[in-house]
């Protein structure tokens, strides 16, 4: 017989007798699991917490999840479709639990970031970062935080894509045609998935034997122009330009038709993330397909784990090699 004085069942408990997160656990005992996890694990959860006689304790879990149900996405920029579709995500998986998300855009390179609120401790139960050091949010010390697509090797749970796996698919691609002299069109910001992409370019090229040239340039249509332009106005031009971003892609692109230079034809050319823009350029543009939006829903879920007292390990998601019609072997 149980004792009046023995520990009530947690959220925890209930997890580890299943051996799932304390997140799944939330989700399947709110009756919110359709199409998140699958009815065997729905029925292991609800087996676990039968046998331990685990109820709920709705007053706990708003005390638990935070005072004001509120999480900050921090951003550099707002102007990219790949962070419009990393906030619906997050925003999804939200709203599920009872949570809103204020958006607010902070600049790479701008120091560390300032709270929007007089006392964000007050204001917000968590943080979501992307593409920024976890040192750059001082300012939130003591918020609990997940980082989006940063350095994995930050103190913080971390969410992230394998970025270097996505260039080192496209590295094998254009060499897989055949292509053996490469320029490199590199996104110019001194950040760790940039880094990650070209250290994984560079490794692959020389490894197979190739060779490879670079032009580092702002993530701009105008900026990527001049910058590719410089690659390819030369007497021994680069057969491919492999680009760190679609938006450089598309920089490159009117590069070579400037230059008189047909694509692929003339040079092949591969972006990366695969936004809408990858399939407006014509030929429709090779490049690795990143889930931004499954980035925000796993990264709000993770953050959702971490408030509920669990200990989340960081994670990272593959991309996924697109190949269209910008690539094609070399003259």
């Known amino acids: 017989m149980t004792s009046r004085s023995a520990a009530r069942p947690t959220s925890r408990d209930v997890a580890q007798l299943a051996g799932v997160s304390q997140s799944t656990v939330s989700l399947v005992l709110a009756g919110k699991w359709a199409g998140r996890v699958s009815a065997a694990t729905a029925e292991t959860v609800q087996e676990a917490a039968a046998r331990l006689g685990y ?48 958006v607010y855009p902070w600049p790479d390179g701008s120091g560390p970031a300032d709270s929007p609120f007089a006392a964000p ?44 796996d996505g260039m080192r698919r496209v590295a094998r691609h254009v060499l897989g045609l055949g292509h053996r002299y490469v320029g490199h069109v590199a996104a110019g910001v001194d950040e760790w998935t940039f880094r990650s992409r070209g250290r994984a370019l560079v490794e692959t090229v020389v490894a197979a034997g190739g060779r ?97 007292g669990g200990s989340p390990p960081s994670r990272s998601l593959p991309g996924e090699l697109v190949v269209r019609g910008s690539t094609a072997p070399p003259p």
Do not use: W
């Open 55 to 102: 109820r709920p304790n709705q007053a706990a879990r708003s005390l638990r999840l935070g005072r004001t149900r509120t999480v900050l996405l921090v951003l550099p920029t707002l102007s990219s479709p790949f962070f419009g579709a990393l906030y619906t995500g997050a925003a999804r998986v939200a709203a599920e639990h009872g949570f809103r998300i204020v």
């Open 121 to 164: 401790q007050e204001a917000i139960d968590g943080l979501l970062a992307s593409s920024m050091a976890v040192e750059a949010l001082s300012e939130f010390a003591g918020t609990p935080v997940v980082m989006l697509d940063s350095d994995p090797a930050g103190a913080a749970p971390t969410v992230d894509f394998d970025v270097a």
């Open 212 to 308: 490879l040239t670079r032009a580092a340039t702002a993530i701009d249509v105008a900026a990527a122009r001049d910058a590719a332009a410089g690659l390819l106005d030369r007497p021994e031009r680069p057969t491919v330009l492999v680009c760190d971003d679609d938006q450089i892609a598309a920089g490159a692109y009117k590069a070579a038709r400037t230059l008189g230079l047909e694509v692929p034809a003339d040079v092949s050319i591969t972006g990366f993330d695969d936004i809408l823009l990858a399939t407006a350029l014509e030929p429709e543009l090779t490049t690795v397909r990143l889930p931004a939006e499954e980035l925000g829903a796993v990264g709000m879920a993770t953050l959702l784990d971490l408030l509920e």
